[in-house]
Structures are given as C-alpha cells and as structure tokens.
C-alpha cells in the first residue's frame, strides 16, 4: 500500500469516529440509524480481514511484536469467562469486540509505517478538528444558552465526552511541543479555551483530568535538558493551568447552579462521610456487592453481563446487583472478572514500556513531542479515564491512543533496523 493510501486512511477512519457513533444518540442527527453507533465493530474487523489477505500475497510476514502475547492472554481469558459462565456465543463475541478490536487494528496500524511526513499531517487534521470545536461551542453557549450534553451539535448529544478526550489528547501534544520546542501564545490561549469549553459543557473529565495530564507530561519531560526559556515555558503552562482550573471550579456552581457535583465530590474526599461520587466510586461499590455474594471474582459473572439493564431506568448485571454508576473497571470487572483486568493492562503496561525504550534512542524533534505527549494520553488512558467512563470501549479515546502508539511502535522498530543494518 501506498504511503498516500496509509495516510487518507488513517484520515477517514478518524472522520468516522469522531463523527458518526456520537450521532446515533436520541436528538442526534444519525439517530433513525442506531446500527451506526457499532460501525467500527464491523469496520475493524473488515480492515484486518482485508490487510491480512492483501499483507500475505504482497509480503509474506506480517510484524506483529511482542504486544500479541498480552492480546492472545486477554482473548483467552474471555473464551474462559464465557465457557465458565455459559455465556452465549453474541454476548462473547460482542465483549471481544468490545475490547480487542482496537488492539488488533494498533497491529495492522504498526504495519503501515506512516513516515514522519504522514504523522504532522494527521496531527494537523486533529488540531484542526479540534479547534473547530471551540467557534462552535461558544456560539451555541453565548448566543443559544446551550450547555451541558448538547454543547457541540457535529459531536452529538454524547459527544461531550468525546470532546474532552480530544482536548485531552490536544493539551498534551501542545504541551509537550511547548517544552521540547518552544512555547507559543496560542498554544496558551487553547488551553483556556479548552477550560471554558469544559466548563460551558459540564465535561468533568476534562476539568477534572487535564490538569493531572499536563502536569504528568511536563514531569516526564523533567529528565530534558532544559534551557531557561524552557523553563519559562512549563511555569507558565503550570501558572495558566491551575488559573484555569480554579476559575471553572470558582464559576461552575454559578452556571450550572442545579448541579451538585461539587457538593457530591467534597463529600467523597472527606474521609469522615460516607458519600459516593458517582461514577468514579462505581468500581467500589461492585466490591461492596461482591461482599454480600458469592459471586465470581477471577473471570467474572461472563461477558455481556454488565450490559444487562443497560437501557432500563435501573442498570443491573444478569444477577440482579444493582449498578446505580458504571466506569470501565467495574464493567470489566463484571464481564471479565479480575484476570481480564490484569490481561488488559498487561497489554497497556506494554505500550508504556515501549515509549520508555522509543524515547531513550529517538532523536527526531517530531517524535519525541509525540512520545511525551503519549505519556499523558497512556495516564488518561490506563488510570483516569477508566475511573470515569467506559474509555476502553469508546471509539474516541481508542483510536487516536492506539494511533498514536503504533506509530511510536513503528519508529522504534525503524530506528532499531537501522541499528542492526550499521553494525
């Protein structure tokens, strides 16, 4: 394939995801088309039928590394959940969908070996969808009064959450640029304008988690030789932060004074109240069920078992334990038990292992920003995000996030070929 061909498909893949599922929401413009919302269940598995069959006629190997053995031992273990459960072979089949679809297609990602030319086009093609986002939201905020799930109409009804994943990934990229490169004005005033949209559409993850991911980019980007304008420049990122980050707080409950998630959140960090913060406390509460069962711990209760009740008023597990909040560890938790949580991050500790190996012999300016940013985007990834959503099974911070490594993967393994190939 060609390395145009590599490129507009990375671009079209991404236009799809960042656009269609979100849009199958009730009130979305795609939302007579609800099979939409699981395109990329189909997608992906077209794409690796169709690269393995064109790969093996063309070349007779396909490279696959060692991250094949996390994603063979989390396949494996939910075939297990499934026989030990009498799981039914659509509900097995969804959950390995749900979970190994996007680790399949990072193999067929590392295979392209998009060049550094590819890379800085698509980093554009995301900035700009990004930007785009901010005329938008602010118009519909400060001329419609439209806030909250509805704060981007191109995302959809859902699609708030996406948005703060974008800017997620947006503010770590820009950060690491600023401190391996320079700082620009405009990176400055993105990163307020990433705040406010947080804040016009209630996106707690963002307002929540950027300020832990960007403070984790700059800490790995200590080990740097610094000049002084370089430390001007993570002074400054850390001064507009927390500024941001204390205004949206400072304000929150003044525009959204019906909301009582700040009451919510200081009772769940008060030791002395017994208060639950919703959605991050989900993974407790299963545990808080479990004591008063006997019910599975290594493989779960079988996959498809936390989308019982997913559409009712009352979410529940095929047992019947009552759900009142889901994240990604506890509904992982329940299909797949705690080995499945151990395979999944067996595959993620995988990938941060290889970004710590990638930037130890990168010399490229372009791919170093990338890797530091890829440290913030795999703490998002790995621990905060799966405290609050369903992000390993969401088709926005999947992709970019298995994009992201494989060309990372694919660098290393360029750099370590002509290592070889010199001796």
Same mark, same amino acid.
Not at 75 to 83: D, E, G, K, Q
Not at 192 to 204: A, P, Q, T, W
């Given at each position: 394939?060609?390395?145009?061909?590599?490129?507009?498909?990375?671009?079209?893949?991404?236009?799809?995801?960042?656009?269609?599922?979100?849009?199958? =929401?009730?009130?979305?413009?795609?939302?007579?088309?609800?099979?939409?919302?699981?395109?990329?269940?189909?997608?992906?598995?077209?794409?690796?039928?169709?690269?393995?069959?064109?790969?093996?006629?063309?070349?007779?190997?396909?490279?696959?590394?060692?991250?094949?053995?996390?994603?063979?031992?989390?396949?494996?273990?939910?075939?297990?959940? =499934?026989?030990?459960?009498?799981?039914?072979?659509?509900?097995?089949?969804?959950?390995?969908?749900?979970?190994?679809?996007?680790?399949?297609?990072?193999?067929?990602?590392?295979? @392209?070996?998009?060049?550094?030319?590819?890379?800085?086009?698509?980093?554009?093609?995301?900035?700009?969808?990004?930007?785009?986002?901010?005329?938008?939201?602010?118009?519909?905020?400060?001329?419609?009064?439209?806030?909250?799930?509805?704060?981007?109409?191109?995302?959809?009804?859902?699609?708030?959450?996406?948005?703060?994943?974008?800017?997620?990934?947006?503010?770590?990229?820009?950060? =690491?640029?600023?401190?391996?490169?320079? @700082?620009?004005?405009?990176?400055?005033?993105?990163?307020?304008?990433?705040?406010?949209?947080?804040?016009?559409?209630?996106?707690?993850?963002?307002?929540?988690?950027?300020?832990?991911?960007?403070?984790?980019?700059?800490?790995?980007?200590?080990?740097?030789?610094?000049?002084?304008?370089?430390?001007?420049?993570?002074?400054?990122?850390?001064?507009?932060?927390?500024?941001?980050?204390?205004?949206?707080?400072?304000?929150?409950?003044?525009?959204?004074?019906?909301?009582?998630?700040?009451?919510?959140?200081?009772?769940?960090?008060?030791?002395?109240?017994?208060?639950?913060?919703?959605?991050?406390?989900?993974?407790?509460?299963?545990?808080?069920?479990?004591?008063?069962?006997?019910?599975?711990?290594?493989?779960?209760?079988?996959?498809?078992?936390?989308?019982?009740?997913?559409?009712?008023?009352?979410? !529940?597990?095929?047992?019947?334990?009552?759900?009142?909040?889901?994240?990604?560890?506890?509904?992982?938790?329940?299909?797949?038990?705690?080995?499945?949580?151990?395979?999944?991050?067996?595959?993620?500790?995988?990938?941060?292992?290889?970004?710590?190996?990638?930037?130890?012999?990168?010399?490229?300016?372009?791919?170093?920003?990338?890797?530091?940013?890829?440290?913030?985007?795999?703490?998002?990834?790995?621990?905060?995000?799966?405290?609050?959503?369903?992000?390993?099974?969401?088709?926005?911070?999947?992709?970019?996030?298995?994009?992201?490594? =494989?060309?990372?993967?694919?660098?290393?393994?360029?750099? !370590?070929?002509?290592?070889?190939?010199?001796?």
């Amino acid at each position: 394939m060609s390395e145009k061909f590599n490129r507009w498909f990375s671009v079209i893949f991404l236009l799809i995801t960042w656009y269609i599922p979100r849009q199958t =929401a009730p009130g979305g413009y795609l939302a007579d088309y609800i099979g939409l919302r699981w395109i990329t269940y189909i997608l992906i598995p077209a794409i690796i039928v169709i690269f393995c069959l064109y790969r093996l006629r063309v070349k007779p190997r396909i490279y696959v590394g060692y991250i094949i053995w996390p994603i063979l031992a989390l396949f494996s273990v939910i075939l297990i959940s =499934a026989v030990v459960n009498y799981s039914s072979v659509i509900e097995t089949g969804f959950t390995l969908l749900i979970y190994l679809r996007y680790p399949l297609l990072f193999i067929v990602l590392i295979n @392209l070996e998009l060049n550094e030319r590819s890379l800085l086009f698509i980093l554009k093609v995301v900035l700009f969808l990004v930007i785009i986002q901010i005329p938008e939201t602010f118009c519909r905020y400060f001329i419609w009064g439209i806030r909250w799930d509805h704060i981007s109409w191109t995302l959809g009804p859902w699609g708030h959450f996406d948005l703060g994943v974008y800017m997620i990934y947006t503010s770590a990229l820009l950060v =690491a640029k600023s401190l391996i490169e320079r @700082l620009k004005a405009s990176y400055v005033i993105l990163i307020v304008c990433f705040f406010l949209i947080g804040l016009f559409g209630e996106i707690k993850a963002f307002i929540l988690f950027a300020p832990v991911v960007i403070g984790f980019v700059i800490w790995t980007c200590l080990g740097i030789r610094i000049p002084k304008r370089r430390f001007y420049a993570i002074l400054g990122i850390c001064t507009v932060s927390i500024l941001a980050f204390v205004a949206v707080i400072d304000q929150y409950e003044k525009i959204f004074p019906e909301s009582k998630d700040l009451q919510r959140l200081q009772t769940a960090l008060d030791p002395r109240q017994e208060g639950r913060y919703q959605r991050i406390s989900a993974f407790t509460d299963i545990l808080g069920e479990l004591k008063k069962t006997s019910s599975p711990i290594l493989f779960g209760w079988g996959p498809g078992s936390s989308l019982a009740g997913e559409l009712g008023a009352q979410k !529940r597990t095929k047992f019947n334990i009552t759900i009142r909040h889901k994240n990604q560890l506890a509904e992982t938790f329940i299909d797949i038990g705690s080995a499945g949580l151990l395979a999944y991050y067996c595959l993620i500790f995988c990938l941060f292992i290889q970004f710590r190996r990638h930037y130890k012999v990168e010399d490229n300016p372009t791919y170093k920003i990338l890797n530091r940013a890829l440290m913030g985007m795999w703490l998002f990834y790995a621990f905060l995000g799966p405290l609050y959503d369903l992000v390993w099974r969401h088709d926005s911070s999947n992709y970019l996030f298995f994009f992201f490594s =494989a060309v990372v993967f694919s660098r290393y393994r360029e750099i !370590r070929n002509e290592g070889t190939a010199g001796q």
